[in-house]
């Protein structure tokens, strides 16, 4: 939390914010029963606007904002759901663009904390965490009221609370494996779930896809004769170019070819997400083979777009990178921009990761790049024992490369240090990049924006 909005302790938001997170915040239970029922009571506020429904394993929260930010250049009211967030639960509801207030956040949880109650008394499983902030969003929405909502699910598709919205478009992001606990253990497994957010009618915006994600999503959308646009053949990009501060894309719509569209965030895969969100809007919008968008009005919504915890930089000389990469995919994609877009002469990484994700794969990657690595352990209860994390670190980096630090502020403290400690150019050509996890994330932003 800033601290602009920053509360005593005991304030109501914090009381509110400390209920929800009694309900357990990662506990799962996956029941659309539960959530049914609570959406229901309260009048089925999800149907009061329609919806752009987002799904995938790596890139949601960034395609969700770009399509956010397109939406409101083009004069609509806007409300985004996304998770996880990275300072307070607020981000996870945001009006216009901007997290929801204290006030209206306290309010609406008032005014359906008693209806969440009868619920729970109904049902083996009291609601979670994620249940009733979905319900805190869709009431929110539509009591603003907005325009669209653009709802990024939490977990998976069919099975996940978002699922109730049968959404008019939409969106699917490339497709990896992550989360096999609970979809599966296949990449065809994970996609038959995540192609569960599909509804009769609607109109489907996907990412390129390997084969066997591919497969499970086209025989959805033929069982509920759903039309699917596919990057690389109905859109995707057709040149990019590194900028200052990001880059400039041209971009084949479904309406049109879109140049110069300056996109302030780095890497390949944000261009891939800006060509899915593209067209996400263009399908909102009716446009499509008889007509583009203005190009002037998605050039000024791109221009707009931020991605929080996404190679952010939060410190210049030495730079300091931050990025929310946890699976394979997604640090497939950081470790390509950082190659091509950046051109530090040493490179000093911090990683601290949950324990049930793939260590190995985000570290193997990472040795190319990074000089030195400091592992250490995040705040969630899950994190992975930094002990542990080193010795996977050692096997690929060997040990003089490899340093344990017992928390993420004396990490990153050993990070600069070492950063700077063989300067061969200006400060500004070394950094460090603070990723594994967006809980790592989260806790190294909490630092530098104090």
């Not at 730079?319 to 699976?327: Q, S």
């Not at 490179?347 to 592992?375: F, I, M, S, T, Y």
């Amino acid at each position: 939390m800033s601290a602009k909005n920053a509360r005593p302790e005991g304030s109501e938001f914090a009381q509110v914010d400390a209920e929800l997170t009694s309900r357990g915040f990662t506990r799962m239970v996956f029941d659309l029963g539960r959530i049914e029922q609570m959406l229901d009571v309260l009048g089925s506020p999800q149907r009061a606007y329609p919806a752009i429904h987002l799904t995938g394993t790596n890139g949601k929260t960034s395609t969700a904002r770009m399509i956010d930010s397109l939406l409101r250049a083009f004069g609509l009211h806007t409300g985004r759901y996304t998770s996880p967030h990275l300072e307070t639960v607020r981000e996870r509801i945001s009006l216009d663009g901007e997290p929801v207030s204290e006030e209206r956040f306290v309010s609406t949880y008032r005014d359906i904390a008693p209806l969440a109650a009868l619920v729970d008394k109904r049902a083996s499983e009291p609601l979670t965490y994620f249940d009733m902030t979905t319900a805190l969003a869709f009431a929110t929405f539509a009591d603003a009221p907005v325009d669209v909502g653009i709802i990024e699910v939490g977990l998976g598709g069919a099975d996940d609370a978002t699922n109730v919205l049968g959404a008019g478009v939409c969106v699917i992001t490339p497709i990896g494996l992550d989360h096999t606990e609970w979809l599966g253990d296949t990449i065809e497994d994970i996609a038959l779930a995540k192609a569960g957010i599909i509804h009769r009618d609607a109109t489907v915006v996907c990412a390129a896809q390997e084969e066997e994600a591919a497969r499970p999503i086209l025989e959805r959308c033929a069982e509920v004769g759903a039309t699917i646009a596919r990057e690389g053949s109905e859109f995707g990009v057709m040149r990019r170019a590194v900028a200052v501060g990001g880059q400039v894309l041209t971009l084949q719509g479904l309406g049109g070819v879109y140049e110069d569209v300056f996109v302030p965030l780095h890497g390949a895969h944000q261009a891939q997400n800006a060509a899915v969100a593209l067209a996400a809007v263009e399908a909102f919008l009716g446009a499509g083979a008889t007509r583009m968008l203005d190009v002037e009005i998605v050039r000024e919504g791109f221009a707009g777009t931020s991605s929080p915890g996404r190679l952010e930089r939060v410190r210049n000389a030495p730079t300091v990178l931050l990025d929310g990469a946890h699976n394979p995919h997604g640090m497939t994609a950081t470790v390509t921009a950082l190659q091509e877009e950046f051109a530090f002469s040493r490179l000093v990484g911090v990683l601290a990761v949950l324990g049930d994700k793939d260590a190995a794969g985000l570290v193997e990657l990472l040795e190319p790049v990074l000089d030195a690595l400091v592992v250490t352990t995040n705040s969630s209860p899950r994190a992975m024992p930094a002990e542990e994390l080193a010795a996977v670190a050692i096997e690929f980096f060997g040990e003089d490369r490899v340093t344990v630090a017992d928390n993420i502020p004396d990490a990153i403290e050993e990070a600069v240090a070492s950063a700077e400690s063989r300067v061969d150019r200006e400060l500004s050509a070394v950094g460090v990049l603070i990723t594994g996890s967006m809980v790592t994330v989260a806790d190294a932003r909490r630092l530098f924006k104090r």
